[in-house]
Structures are given as structure tokens and as C-alpha cells.
């Protein structure tokens, strides 16, 4: 078990654990090989090298809350995977993830974790195509900001989208998870504390993207990870106001997960709970009363389901069984009342 950085402390010194080099990697019968591994990149990779040439049977999707990884969800996208390889992307961090996955988890001929912190190192074709090859790609935590500065708007963007259509899974942890969404809150500008998000849905810090990824379980939705520890609802209030008023869709679903939790989302479409603590949704209600820069966020009657471990619900849709708890913003507090301080 790992945490969200992958930064397990456990280092890649078996045999079957390479560092980037420029020799080419062997490839099955009649595949295309890969392109040259760029000597900028940083790699490591555990298990069989070669391309394991499987057709996974998906596709899915894993959103986890940070902290500690969930050893549940990894171990339920095996069954997705027919034996094939995992890919760990992420824009800092190490391969902290490779043994354990590769052994602790098992079930994978490999896992290769790519360290892509540059749109230089986006662009190249080892990258892309790697990712493509993958049955899993699971991006780690960071910094979503260097994420988005580094991967949208390149190839990773089509990589990413083609292995979930091929029936892989696509997965992600903190900052991993919060740019899976349809939309991102992508912390260009430093992290937005709670009540800012109510007292000024547009201060500097409540930078908002899209046009990423398109998953279609996560069209109209937004992420957000560290929920309940991090005392994030008020601030997931103010990411789906500014996604309706700003008119990117006419209704939004924010998604919460805490820590030490994952969503798991089969071909199906139905997600499950899995982990220690709850999800979150968070139903748009129309337009805000009032969102505008310099003021107060004014939004009533907003629809809050919390979903426990076991819980399913079916995605994009958000609406679990049972009523919602109506929330309300105004003059920066929420009624229900709920301490917005971390």
C-alpha cells in the first residue's frame, strides 16, 4: 500500500525494473514497435517489458480521494485487464507505485510509471504511445496545475481517451482524480481556501479549465479529492456555480471523494464505494442567484447525496436512492450550517 505521491520509499532493483534508455522494447509478432524512448524522459518499469497485446474487457474508471491508495479498487480493476500492463503517469514523484501494484496487487505482466512534467515530453511519441498500449493508466497525485500545464492540449489527451475506449481503465488520486472531470478545477494560481470559494467565486484562486479529458461517465462533472479531512463542500459549491453560470452546461455534478476512498466505475456505468471513508455528489440547482466577481456566491436549494462504502450509484446521472440534503450559500455561509475553515 502506497500513499497518493507513490513516494512508498521502495526502490525498482529486480531484473525485470528498467530506467529510460534508448534501446527499443521488444514487441509481439506483427505489432508496430514502440518509438524510441526519448533520454529526457524519466522511467521506470517493473514486470515484462514487451507489450502485452491483450484486449481488455472495460471499460472503467477509478476515482480515489488521496491519502492512502485503495488496495480494493486496484484489485478490482484486474478483472478488466486481461493480464496486461498498467501505466502510472504522473508530473512529479517516483515509482513508488511499480512493486506495488506489480507485486502487492498482482495480476498485470507490467507496470511502467512515466514521468511527463513538461508539454515537450507530452509531445513525444514514446509517451503517447505507451500510453495508449496500456490496459490501465492510473494518474498519481501532485500539483494539478503542473498536470494540466504539461498534458492538455497534447497527445497524452487522445492516449488517455483511446485506452478507455479500447475497454481499459483510467484512474486517478488527488490531483490525479481532480483532472478526470469533464470540467477541472485546475489550481493555476495556488489552491482556493474554502470560505474564498463563497466569498468570491471568482477571486484568483478559483481557476477553472476544461476541455481535457471526455469520459463519458464524467460529462458535466466536476472532481474534487482530500473531501471530508479538507472540509472541501464549500468550495465544491463554488466550482459548480461558476461551471453553470459561466454557462460551460445548463447542470453540474460535483463528485467528493474522501480520503483513504474510491468510486469505482464499470462498463455498466454503476459505481461502488470502496474504501474507509464516503463520496459526496453535489447536484447544480439551475442558475445562482448571484456569481458574480467581488461578491458573495448567492445559490439555493443545491442537491447533496453522501454515499458509504458499498454505496452504488450510477454515473452521469449522480441521484442514488433516498432524499438529498438541500444546501443553501449566501453571504459566504451555507445553510444547513457547515464550517467552511479547514
Given at each position: 500500500?502506497?500513499?497518493?505521491t ?35 524522459l524519466?522511467h ?24 492512502t ?28 507505485y ?6 502487492d ?81 485546475a ?7 474554502e ?11 478559483m ?10 461517465p ?34 453540474a455534478?460535483?463528485?467528493?471523494v474522501?480520503?483513504?476512498?474510491a ?54 446521472a ?22 467552511c475553515?479547514?
Amino acid at each position: 500500500m502506497t500513499d497518493e505521491t507513490g513516494s512508498s520509499g521502495q526502490t525498482t532493483t529486480t531484473p525485470t525494473t528498467s530506467t529510460s534508455t534508448s534501446e527499443d522494447t521488444e514487441t509481439s509478432e506483427g505489432e508496430d514497435p514502440p518509438p524510441p524512448k526519448p533520454d529526457a524522459l524519466t522511467h521506470w518499469v517493473t514486470g515484462d517489458p514487451a507489450d502485452a497485446d491483450v484486449a481488455p474487457t472495460g471499460p472503467g474508471l477509478i476515482l480515489m480521494g488521496g491519502s492512502t491508495d485503495v488496495d480494493a479498487a486496484f484489485t478490482w480493476q484486474t478483472q478488466y485487464l486481461a493480464g496486461g500492463d498498467v501505466v502510472v503517469l504522473r508530473a512529479s514523484g517516483a515509482d513508488g507505485y511499480n512493486d506495488y501494484l506489480f507485486t502487492d496487487i498482482g495480476g498485470v505482466d507490467s507496470v511502467e510509471t512515466l514521468l511527463v512534467d513538461t508539454p515537450a515530453l507530452a509531445q513525444e511519441p514514446y509517451v503517447a504511445w505507451t500510453l495508449a498500449h496500456a490496459e490501465a493508466v492510473f494518474i498519481a497525485g501532485g500539483d494539478q496545475a503542473v498536470d494540466m500545464t504539461a498534458w492538455k492540449d497534447t497527445p497524452v489527451e487522445d492516449a488517455l481517451m483511446h485506452v478507455y475506449a479500447r475497454g481499459g481503465v483510467i484512474g486517478g488520486t488527488s490531483a490525479g482524480l481532480a483532472v478526470l472531470g469533464e470540467f477541472v478545477y485546475a489550481a493555476y494560481n495556488d489552491s482556493v481556501i474554502e470560505d474564498e470559494a463563497l466569498l468570491d467565486p471568482y477571486n484568483m484562486y478559483m481557476t477553472m479549465d476544461r476541455d481535457f479529458l471526455a469520459l463519458p461517465p464524467l460529462a458535466g462533472v466536476v472532481t474534487d479529492s482530500h473531501f471530508t479531512a479538507r472540509r472541501r463542500l464549500c468550495r465544491l459549491i463554488g466550482f459548480v456555480a461558476r461551471i453553470v453560470e459561466d454557462g460551460w452546461a445548463p447542470q453540474a455534478l460535483g463528485i467528493g471523494v474522501d480520503e483513504e476512498t474510491a468510486l469505482v466505475v464499470g462498463p455498466d456505468l454503476v459505481g461502488e464505494v470502496l474504501g474507509a471513508g464516503d463520496v459526496h455528489l453535489l447536484h447544480s440547482n439551475g442558475p445562482p442567484q448571484l456569481c458574480n466577481a467581488g461578491e458573495p456566491l448567492a445559490y439555493a436549494e443545491l442537491e447533496w447525496y453522501t454515499l458509504a462504502p458499498g454505496a452504488t450509484v450510477t454515473l452521469p446521472a449522480g441521484v442514488p436512492a433516498g432524499p438529498p440534503t438541500l444546501l443553501s450559500a449566501n453571504d459566504g455561509a451555507l445553510t444547513p450550517a457547515y464550517d467552511c475553515a479547514e
